[in-house]
């Protein structure tokens, strides 16, 4: 089983900062199918990033993803207040198709 | 309009069964791979199962539940038994897209499963 790990568990920004989100795998993520979600309370997750960088329909181009292999990150430029929210990477080469924990960003 | 839409959820006793479905509409239902995702309350999304050219499950379900799906009826069921409380979760029915019909890109709005006594 591929675990993923997300860090931070929590980031605390403020409006206008830029955040880095990180997922590290346990073992290599091949062709780069890795896709990161972004979850409000009480909502469904939403796609955001597929295949490790590219942006689904309808996504801002403040979010942006990339890396490979073993380590990937999430990048949001000039966090709208909309953007506060928990975020998950999620594997899909190998099942069983994993998520990491989630990071959750916060307000500062 | 592309939609996926769970139901089936509800209050169900420890060791009972529970079916959820899910209807698709707005696309062509039968190409796609298709997954359960559940998210335990104030907890994170944890993978549960997928229909693609094969079936396959996670280890804290294989064997308990079973997944189907009925093409001319754009349905995708969770047929879930022996259930635990630690299966009390929010499920969700999502379309595999990415990556060969397997990276998820559409959800539905879940539906809540407890299991108590």
């Known amino acids: 089983e591929i675990v993923l790990t997300q860090s931070p568990d929590t980031l605390s920004l403020s409006p206008g900062e830029r955040a880095t989100l990180s997922c590290r795998a346990s073992?290599?993520?091949?062709?780069?199918?890795l896709a990161w979600f972004q979850q409000k309370p009480g909502q469904a997750p939403r796609l955001l990033i597929y295949?490790?960088?590219s942006r689904a329909s309808g996504i801002p181009d403040r979010f942006s993803g990339s890396g490979s292999a073993t380590d990937f990150t999430l990048t949001i430029t000039r966090l709208e207040p909309e953007d506060f929210a928990v975020y998950y990477c999620?594997?899909?080469?190998?099942?069983?198709?994993?998520f990491g924990q989630g990071t959750k960003l916060e307000i500062k | 309009q592309v939609q996926l839409v769970e139901s089936g959820g509800g209050v169900v006793q420890p060791g009972k069964s529970l079916r959820l479905s899910c209807v698709a509409s707005?696309?062509?239902?039968?190409?796609?791979?298709m997954h359960w995702v559940r998210q335990a309350p104030g907890k994170g999304l944890e993978w549960v199962a997928f229909?693609?050219?094969?079936?396959s499950y996670a280890d804290s379900v294989k064997g308990r539940f079973v997944i189907s799906r009925d093409n001319s009826k754009n349905t995708f069921d969770l047929q879930m038994s022996s259930l635990r409380a630690e299966d009390t979760a929010v499920y969700y029915c999502?379309?595999?897209?990415?990556?060969?019909?397997?990276?998820?890109?559409?959800w539905g709005q879940g539906t809540l499963v407890t299991v108590s006594s």
């Open positions: 999502a379309r595999g897209y990415y990556g060969d019909f397997v990276g998820i890109d559409l």
């Open positions: 707005g696309f062509t239902f039968n190409i796609f791979g």
């Open positions: 229909d693609g050219r094969e079936k």
């Open positions: 073992q290599s993520v091949s062709s780069n199918l």
């Open positions: 295949g490790a960088s």
């Open positions: 999620q594997q899909y080469i190998k099942s069983p198709f994993t």
